[in-house]
């Protein structure tokens, strides 16, 4: 028997032996009784008791489940059949058949309600005994609080469903289908009214609003609890950092089934949590309901063109709409709802204008992300001011900016992609509009039990959205020191990427006046978008005919270059370096000319013949030439491209070179590598226009080929560029190491996202000669400046995020210590709930913002940094933005 085989059979002798009486002893564990029979199955004991002291333990364990040796085998037996009864007060009055639901299993037990004249009714004296009652009406069923904690956090985190849950505690009772199952389960929205500070409103529940159960996100704008009540003192130029960032999208996930109705499954929560009050709602649905929705002229969107073409059958909704915080991606109060029909306007116009109702309406500026914003946003104003409930309009002071994710945004045309993109918009800072895709794969795990629930019951399941939001709550500190932190460091590298660029046209033949130029233009576009987009590419399409007459132009230049070298004895000191670094470019196709070389060489330097006699291994006995110093019979069979040159660069280290051949050659040099980096440029938009040409316009095989074959050529000459620069970088400082992911297109991304890519250097240096190349140039800037700015936007929007962090908990900690003089209690008990939930709850917000303090204690400095660069920033002018 092997090891493993013997650990199985002890582990499953075990087992067995525990079916049984085991090795314990048969007399009573308390008392010594010989009639010891009963056992527990949920104390930690595996003891034998009689029945007098196994009834006295579990006075207070009221639903262990007990079993009883008889019959040579334990019986299933409970505490009621024992004759134990619940007693909840003085004078009892019996109820044998009350269940209560346990994480054990479902119990059978006595319980024995107070009857005296000072009783509570029986539902509260459930309550009081921390069980909650199924009913308020006669309970006969209750399960414990602990239990529906368990359950909640079980659903928050796996997802497990009411009726799962239930079904898996029956089991736990009896899992062979003997006994029948009743299926009772029941739950309720008290604990987040609870949360809410409901509970402490003199005015009762029946008071609460639309809305008001909901976690809050932190970072959003809330005059008068994180930013000040009136935001009419603030200037002009920093209004923006006030601005409201709201994500719309749809879930066609989420469905529900005809399975009920809300006459018949109103539910409890009539619009106080995330989803909007479903009476309003279906009465705006109907009045509205001839409205016809607009086609698409962007693409063929299926979310606008197609939604009367989807099936609704059997389906009360076909999924939900929503609106969220986009910058710290959580769910608003009032921001979801049921689509009917595919993803329509009406009901998308009604379900945003709902949660952006709970905002003030100082907040200066909104900014709608929505994957289909192009479309939306056109006859928005004529829908809301025709069709939305006059408690819905939103204020006609405020201002409104339209935008698409940026997941989204290459799925539309051209001019959707730089008229709606983050990217290139000014005061949105790094927010990417994507924040409902995060939420939904959390939600969406409870898609296939909330499907067929009935519409009530769906809706509150459905707002697991508060467990959401509060563990973002949480996590806030970690999160907005990552983000500050992320954004200080790339804000640096597009800063110093920026100021090398305009280094490098300010000295070009371009020259300061066309950064002031292009400014102006970046700057109107900005302020009104009916100016030209200098986003928009301006630069001509190159065709594959222009290709190969460049590459034939290039040709003859090569041939012109080669045939230009030629050596004379009166040769000067910088035709001689001059020529020397062109061998060093061709030297396998002029060996000839190496040999002229050297005997010139020798008599500027002398001292050359000795490097060479003693620089080479010398295998062989030949002779040495008297002349170049190295021998005959190594020259000859050398290759030429390993013969060494020894320029002054080279040799300088060793012995003590002529100053101004080294001068000559650092020029000459320099002046080669800013040739070779043009000819890298060059080939790259050759190589680019021609792959792109290709994309576009070649089709059939021959062509593709013939194209291809193009390509290789003009790949092949990048190649051997790339080459020739690597021998000289490092002679200045703006020559940067050429690496081969340094060598690509200025548009080329380099496998980062839009808003993060760098330009690579070898655009920076010196002036692009070319129209078409100025044109694209001056397109890169205007999209450099954007990075640049958005990044530090993004630091001024984090900090400001991070003080209304603090201030917000801060005036939730003072909000509930009020709440504590507020609302007096008739009953002396109850107050004394009260005061220490309103304390309890004070201290968890005082708790955290202490955590988030001591987690950015660090960032002061960098806030003091930023308020001094700040007026660069808001030297732009404000943009203003109609609702008309």
């Known amino acids: ?52 002291c196994v009834m006295n333990l579990h006075q207070n364990m009221l639903l262990h489940r007990l079993k009883k040796w008889d019959d040579r085998y334990f019986h299933p037996m409970t505490l009621k059949q024992l004759g134990l009864h619940i007693q909840l007060g003085h004078s009892a009055a019996f109820d044998d058949d009350f269940t209560v639901i346990d994480v054990h299993g479902i119990h059978e037990v006595a319980l024995d309600f107070c009857d005296c004249e000072y009783a509570s009714s029986h539902y509260k004296q459930i309550l009081r005994a921390r069980w909650f009652p199924a009913t308020s009406t006669d309970p006969q069923t209750a399960a414990p609080f602990t239990v529906l904690k368990h359950f909640y956090l079980l659903s928050f985190e796996s997802k497990v469903s009411a009726f799962e849950f239930y079904h898996c505690v029956a089991c736990r009772s009896d899992n062979t289908g003997v006994k029948p199952m009743k299926d009772q389960y029941s739950w309720c929205n008290l604990k987040a009214l609870k949360w809410a500070g409901c509970g402490h409103d003199p005015a009762g529940v029946s008071t609460t609003k639309e809305g008001e159960i909901v976690v809050l996100c932190l970072t959003c704008p809330h005059p008068g609890k994180n930013v000040p009540e009136t935001l009419e003192d603030i200037s002009p130029g920093n209004q923006w950092i006030y601005s409201l960032f709201l994500a719309i999208n749809a879930n066609f996930h989420l469905k529900c089934q005809l399975v009920s109705s809300d006459d018949r499954d109103p539910g409890l929560s009539q619009g106080w949590g995330y989803f909007i009050k479903e009476s309003n709602y279906k009465v705006y649905l109907q009045e509205n309901a001839s409205l016809a929705q607009e086609k698409s002229n962007c693409v063929s969107h299926n979310a606008v063109n197609m939604v009367d073409m989807k099936s609704s059958k059997g389906l009360t909704a076909m999924g939900v709409g929503t609106v969220v915080c986009t910058r710290h991606d959580m769910w608003l109060a009032n921001g979801i709802g049921n689509l009917q029909k595919g993803e329509k306007y009406l009901n998308m116009d009604y379900i945003v204008f709902s949660a952006l109702s709970h905002f003030s309406s100082s907040i200066p500026s909104i900014n709608f992300s929505y994957d289909i914003a192009c479309q939306w946003h056109k006859k928005l104003w004529h829908r809301v001011s025709t069709a939305l409930p006059l408690q819905l309009h939103p204020s006609s002071t405020q201002q409104y900016r339209f935008f698409i994710p940026k997941f989204h945004l290459a799925a539309h045309i051209a001019a959707c992609q730089t008229t709606f993109s983050f990217d290139w918009s000014p005061y949105v800072g790094r927010t990417d509009g994507e924040a409902p895709e995060h939420g939904w794969a959390d939600i969406n795990r409870v898609a296939v039990s909330t499907k067929e629930m009935a519409p009530g019951t769906r809706r509150y399941v459905l707002d697991y959205f508060g467990d959401w939001n509060w563990k973002k709550v949480t996590g806030l500190g970690r999160t907005l020191l990552r983000k500050i932190t992320d954004a200080t460091y790339a804000e640096q590298d597009h800063h110093h990427a920026l100021v090398d660029l305009e280094g490098s046209i300010k000295q070009s033949e371009l020259g300061a006046a066309s950064l002031v130029a292009w400014t102006e233009e970046v700057i109107a576009w900005e302020s009104d978008h009916t100016k030209p987009n200098p986003f928009n590419s301006q630069s001509q399409e190159i065709t594959q005919a222009t290709v190969c007459l460049a590459l034939i ?93 020894f320029l002054p660069s080279s040799i300088c280290n060793l012995t003590t070179c002529n100053a101004k051949l080294l001068e000559v050659e650092w020029s000459l040099c320099l002046a080669q590598a800013n040739d070779v980096l043009e000819e890298c440029r060059s080939h790259i938009r050759l190589c680019h226009q021609l792959l792109h040409f290709k994309a576009q316009q070649i089709r059939r095989q021959s062509l593709n080929t013939r194209a291809q074959k193009t390509i290789q050529v003009v790949e092949d000459r990048l190649i051997l560029s790339h080459e020739k620069q690597l021998d000289h970088v490092g002679w200045e400082c703006k020559f940067l190491p050429l690496r081969k992911s340094d060598l690509r297109p200025m548009g080329d991304l380099g496998g980062r996202t839009q808003g993060t890519a760098i330009m690579s250097w070898i655009w920076h240096v010196h002036g692009i000669p070319s129209d078409n190349a100025r044109l694209v140039l001056h397109m890169e800037w205007c999209k450099m400046r954007a990075r640049c700015n958005q990044w530090f936007e993004e630091i001024q929007l984090l900090l400001e995020e991070m003080r209304r962090v603090l201030e917000f908990l801060d005036w939730q900690a003072k909000w509930w210590e009020a709440w504590v003089t507020l609302h007096v209690a008739e009953q002396s008990e109850d107050n004394e709930g009260l005061v220490a939930y309103a304390k309890h709850q004070a201290a968890i917000c005082r708790s955290l913002s202490a955590k988030f303090r001591a987690l950015w204690h660090h960032v002061t400095a960098l806030r003091l940094m930023h308020r001094q660069k700040k007026v660069l920033l808001l030297m732009r002018p404000r943009i203003e933005i109609s609702m008309s």
């Not at 910088?574 to 061709?586: H, K, R």
Request: charged share 20%; aromatic share 6%; proline share 3%.
């Open 553 to 645: 132009q290039q040709d003859a230049k090569d041939l012109e270059e080669g045939s230009s070298i030629s050596l004379h004895s009166e040769v000067t000191p910088s035709i001689l370096i001059s020529t020397g670094l062109d061998i060093e470019n061709v030297q396998n196709a002029l060996q000839c000319h190496i040999d002229s070389w050297i005997d010139i060489q020798v008599l500027y330097m002398p001292f050359i013949a000795h490097f060479r006699a003693t620089g080479l291994s010398l295998s062989d006995k030949g002779t040495v030439d008297e002349t170049t110093g190295c021998p005959k019979a190594k020259l000859n069979s050398i290759k030429a491209k390993d013969i060494p040159l």
């Open 1 to 52: 028997m092997t090891a493993d085989s013997w650990k199985h059979q002890t582990y499953l002798d075990e087992f067995i032996c525990l079916e049984g009486r085991g090795n314990t002893c048969h007399s009573c564990h308390n008392c010594g009784d010989s009639d010891a029979v009963f056992c527990c199955e949920d104390c930690f004991s595996v003891a034998l008791y009689c029945q007098s």
